[in-house]
Nanobody, 115 residues
Framework: QVHLVESGGGLAQAGGSLRLSCTTS????????MGWYRQAPGKQRELVAQ???????NYADSVKGRFTISRDNAKNTVYLQMSSLKPEDTAVYYC?????????WGQGTQVTVSS
């Protein structure tokens, strides 16, 4: 059984920082990539960042230079370090993992950035 457990969301001021964590369990050798999507009210879910098992990363243009995704393989955990936060970063952030046959999602964690 695959599980994704997120933590680290909350409230930050514009220009501040937050770090999200996502720990996965179950069939870890089937993982192709992990990362984060986000969804703001009234908007479509969008990819924020992902990291493959080979270490390749990609980011949404809107977060490049501000967010960094990393992983700790020993802990089966992916991190999203968010810096220089903007009010437009406010959204529910969902951790995801893609395996050979399907994707899995975390429950989501709220990030709110005040101006």
């Amino acid at each position: 059984q695959v599980h994704l457990v997120e933590s680290g969301g909350g409230l930050a001021q514009a220009g501040g920082s937050l770090r999200l964590s996502c720990t996965t369990s179950g069939n870890i050798f089937s993982i192709n990539a992990m990362g984060w999507y986000r969804q703001a009210p009234g908007k479509q879910r969008e990819l924020v960042a992902q990291i493959t098992t080979g270490g390749s990363t990609n980011y949404a243009d809107s977060v490049k230079g501000r967010f960094t995704i990393s992983r700790d393989n020993a802990k089966n955990t992916v991190y999203l370090q968010m810096s220089s936060l903007k009010p437009e970063d406010t959204a529910v952030y969902y951790c995801f993992r893609t395996d050979e046959l399907r994707a899995y999602w975390g429950q989501g964690t709220q990030v709110t950035v005040s101006s």
